[in-house]
């Protein structure tokens, strides 16, 4: 108790220093002065009688000093004097502040701004209650459907069906909540309104969703199991962000009527501020719909098919319990609801049965995608930052040097006055952290800057829709990185000065300075260069290695052309459009582009280059049925008949689609030279029928051969898979219709012509006013926001040409 | 234990009692009374006095304000706290038993040691 009242008062007369001071003074004159008068009554005249009261009172300034001490911190007054003394130095040495200064700024920025993407997609989790006590199904995601009895390696996506056996017979359980893996546009009109339709991403979410993440409403109220029942009336929650942005915080908007995908929702509520579903991804959904709206808003509803799967699952789980516990007891609810599906089973899925498993990992972080994809690059970015940071201690290390060899007489001299060597020491050493912490504020901003330039290459928003849930603001954790960071940087490039410092011979100050050449820190000073000079060529050799790398990535064959060509992306399913009034609506909107000025031609495919396909199996008219376990996958797309010239992609063998397949006529395929290696070997394709199932094996004949074409299914730095290509003419929308509408129009500028995004949507509002355009890019610019993997590796070579600035500043500047 | 630890200690227990017997006083009249008392047994400069006092007043066994003196000048008068009272009863009662216990060690024959 006394020793902090004690603190407390320390404090107070800290703060109150000057005026204790002068306290102090007049309490020992008057001291001085009683006593001197009581000398003089005792007979001494007046100047002895001062004189034997100074020598009864004894040091004046030696009490002083230890009554100061006593008073306030001393230490901490002495590192105050430090550090304004390091900051008087560094300012009589503008240039080299500065310049130390700013390296340390971009080599703390580069690694600050990567450490702030590690956290939010490595090591963060979802803005909900209590993510620790959440667990997911599957160790890693497979977006996005599935169907039949067996999954490969593990179940990670149920359907309804499943989802219910599990929900209802796994007891550790508090809430097991579904959620679809896709976040499907949909056209969004206020009711009432006269705007033409808006297209906003969706999520189709069990009603206990927001219960299980323990996430309540922002107003309004959240979904609940009673929403989700096929007789409820239809409800829906939308976001944050939407409600801010688009309807200006108006909460007047909860009660009203949205058309989605012209289905009436009542929306009855605002999802909390923050709050971005289920996983990090681009975009985040806009509004969450019940499971069971599904059939409501779909034709081809999945809901009711047992053997469709397309949800993830997420559940809390009870304190204390063991997941290993719960994955075991789901394990057999697994095989218990298989087996209720014997009959529906196909033999392949029978003799895949035994095999049938699943895991339970931490759901915390919600579905990881994110996180599987960018690891990787994450960890590959932070090593190189890492590496940048070394290299930018080195150089400066040496600036600090040199500059120690100039304080050398002075320190010398101090030693040689009774200065204690951690007083020497702490000078470079203080000078140095101050030099990092400048550095480390100025780095801030540079990550700041650096994050929200990365944000926008990978994950480009489309506009008026979500981005990426990642704000490039610091946050805490963030700052205290780069706090670290500068601390740690300061530290090690001040110690070798600092020893330096600590080295130096009081002696030296007497023998003048003609004798102080140093040799001391000579050897350190050399090792030094040795160090710089290899971090240097190691991160030279790996930057030169990656960019040639990407080099090769980006200019390799893709078998598709990128210039001179724009991708607008439309949904007729969003306008209402049927199945059979499709082939007219491809011919309008073809014949409408066509007609711009600068258009050379115009096709529409279900995704354009590089975008993804359709799985299916293979089942090759004439071969022998294929074995249960033969991979027999195939991707697949289709296309209007100038596709193939639009995107210019070389046909090998045969022809190409054209405008005499009809619905009337033979169904016919053209494949890619990959399907005729997986499929057809040394046999000639042409001519040569195949099917999705076994017993359609003649549904198709081959007419013609394509070039391998780089599409994202396999990724830019894999080999490509086998893919077959179908005419738009001849599509069977009764299978499943909406999701295989044709969604993007590649349209081909004659050479040297421009033409405008304006006119593109002219073209298409003639065709149809309440078609909406979603958006309209460069099948270059596309790049980066279709195909994750080719976006990282954007940013990763983006860094690695910084780094090697970074290091050319430095050392030039050393 | 340094010898100028218990030279502190002593010397602000001293204090604490003047101050506990005559009432408020300057700094100045503490070190008179503690030299009265001890005689030359105890020489101290009496500079040291004014570190102890600092240390009892942070403690908040002591306050002090400024006064007039007996010369009609600025002084800066300590007094006892209710606090630095009970401190003193304490301290007291534990120099006591030491000191017993002390003097009963040194008065201790050889066989009592055995």
């Known amino acids: 108790m006394r020793v902090l009242r004690r603190l407390v008062a320390q404090l107070v007369s800290w703060a109150t220093a000057r005026q204790d001071e002068k306290e102090l003074q007049a309490e020992i004159e008057e001291h001085l002065a009683l006593q001197t008068a009581d000398n003089i009554r005792a007979g001494l005249s007046p100047e002895e009688a001062r004189r034997q009261a100074a020598l009864k009172f004894g040091a004046v300034e030696a009490m002083k000093e230890t009554y100061r001490d006593r008073r306030g911190f001393p230490s901490l007054e002495r590192l105050i004097q430090d550090t304004r003394h390091a900051l008087r130095r560094l300012r009589k040495a503008p240039a080299f502040t500065v310049s ?58 149920v359907s309804y069906d499943l989802y219910k056996y599990l929900r209802d017979n796994t007891k550790s359980f508090v809430e097991l909540a ?9 056209g969004v009109r206020r009711s009432g309104g006269v705007e033409t339709a808006q297209s906003y991403p969706g999520e189709f979410v069990s009603g206990n969703y927001f219960k ?51 289905k009436p929702f009542t929306i009855v509520g605002i999802a909390p501020q923050g709050f971005f579903g289920d996983s990090l991804r ?10 069971n709206m599904e059939p409501y808003v779909d034709v081809e509803a999945d809901l009711k098919l047992p053997f469709q799967h397309w949800l993830e699952l997420i559940g809390r789980v009870q304190p204390g319990v063991n997941a290993q516990s719960i994955e075991a007891e789901m394990r057999v609810n697994l095989k218990q609801w298989l087996q209720g599906h014997w009959a529906q089973m196909s033999p392949s899925d029978r003799a895949k049965f035994p095999e049938q498993t699943l895991y339970l990992g931490p759901g915390g972080a919600g579905i990881t995608s994110m996180r599987e994809r960018y690891e990787l690059w994450l960890q590959i970015l932070m090593m190189a930052s890492g590496f ?21 007489q002075q320190n010398s001299l101090s030693r040689a006055l009774g200065a204690p060597v951690s007083r020497v020491v702490r000078e470079p050493l203080l000078e140095s952290i101050l030099l990092s912490m400048f550095g480390g504020a100025v780095g801030v901003a540079i990550a700041f800057a650096a994050t929200r330039l990365i944000l926008q290459l990978a994950f480009p928003a489309l506009p008026g829709q979500a981005g990426m849930p990642i704000s490039a603001s610091p946050s805490m954790p963030v700052l205290l990185f780069a706090f670290v960071v500068s601390l740690a940087t300061g530290l090690i490039f001040g110690i070798s000065p600092a020893w330096m410092a600590a080295r130096v011979d009081p002696i030296e100050a007497l023998r003048g300075s003609s004798r102080s050449t140093p040799r001391a820190g000579s050897f350190s000073r050399k090792s030094l260069v040795v160090l710089q000079t290899a971090l240097s060529l190691v991160l030279l050799t790996a930057a030169g290695l990656l960019t040639s790398a990407f080099g090769r990535l980006e200019n390799q064959d893709f078998g598709f052309e990128q210039d001179g060509r724009l991708v607008a992306v439309i949904n007729p399913r969003l306008a209402g459009y049927q199945p059979e009034q499709l082939t007219l609506l491809y011919r309008r909107i073809i014949d409408s582009i066509e007609n711009i000025p600068g258009v050379a031609s115009a096709s529409l495919s279900l995704y354009s280059p590089p975008g993804a396909g359709w799985g299916s199996g293979v089942f090759v008219d004439g071969h022998s049925l294929p074995g249960l376990r033969d991979d027999i996958s195939s991707t697949w797309n289709r296309v209007t008949a100038s596709y193939f010239e639009a995107v210019a992609t070389p046909i090998v063998r045969g022809r190409g689609l054209s405008e005499r397949d009809t619905a009337d006529s033979r169904r016919v395929a053209v494949v890619n030279e990959a399907f005729v290696r997986k499929f057809f070997r040394d046999e000639d394709p042409i001519g040569r029928s195949f ?20 599409y994202f299914t ?101 | 234990m340094k010898e100028t630890d218990v030279r502190q200690g002593t010397l602000a227990l001293m204090a604490l009692k003047t101050l506990d017997v005559l009432g408020p006083l300057h700094g100045y009249g503490i070190a008179r009374r503690i030299e009265q008392i001890s005689g030359d047994l105890l020489t101290v400069n009496q500079g040291t006095l004014y570190p102890v006092l600092l240390r009892l007043e942070q403690e908040g066994s002591i306050a002090s304000e400024w006064g007039s003196s007996e010369h009609h000048r600025r002084a800066r008068f300590y007094r006892l706290t209710r606090q630095g009272r009970k401190h003193l009863q304490a301290e007291t009662r534990s120099w006591e038993q030491t000191a017993a216990i002390i003097t009963r060690f040194f008065a201790a024959k050889v066989e009592d040691l055995k």
């Open chain 1, 100 to 157: 130390t200064v700013l390296t340390l700024a971009l080599g703390i920025g580069a690694t600050t701004s990567i450490f702030s993407l590690v956290h939010t997609i490595l090591l963060k989790s979802l803005p909900v209650a209590n993510p620790a006590t959440l667990y997911r199904l599957g160790r890693e995601s497979h977006c996005c459907y599935m169907d039949g009895f067996s999954q490969k390696d593990e179940w990670s996506i």
């Open chain 1, 178 to 186: 579904a959620f679809q893996d896709l976040t499907p546009i949909l």
């Open chain 1, 212 to 262: 299980m993440f323990g996430v309540g409403a922002y107003a309004g109220r959240v979904l609940t199991p009673s929403d989700d029942q096929p007789s409820a009336p239809p409800v829906a929650v939308i976001s944050f962000r939407l409600w801010q942005e688009r309807y200006g915080s108006d909460r007047s908007i909860i009660g009203t009527v949205f058309n989605l995908d012209d």
């Open chain 1, 282 to 291: 681009n975009p985040s959904p806009d509004f969450f719909l019940p499971l």
């Open chain 1, 388 to 408: 940048v940071l070394l290299v930018v201690c080195a150089n400066i290390a040496n600036l600090m040097l040199v500059r120690g060899l100039e304080r050398r």
């Open chain 1, 691 to 710: 099917g999705a199932r076994p017993t359609m094996s003649r549904e198709f004949e081959i007419v013609g051969v394509v070039k391998d074409v780089r």
């Open chain 1, 714 to 814: 396999n990724g830019l730095d894999r080999p490509t898979g086998p893919m077959y290509f179908l005419p738009a003419a001849q599509a069977d929308y009764t299978r499943s219709a909406g999701a295989l509408f044709l969604h993007d129009i590649v349209i081909v500028s004659k050479p040297g012509a421009n033409i405008s995004a304006a006119s593109v949507l002219q073209a298409m509002a003639s065709v149809d006013p309440n078609l909406p355009v979603i958006s309209i890019h460069t099948l270059h610019s596309k790049w980066p926001a279709s195909s994750r993997s080719h976006g990282s590796s954007h940013v990763s070579h983006l860094f690695l040409e910084y780094f090697p600035c970074c290091w050319l500043s430095s050392g030039s500047m050393a």
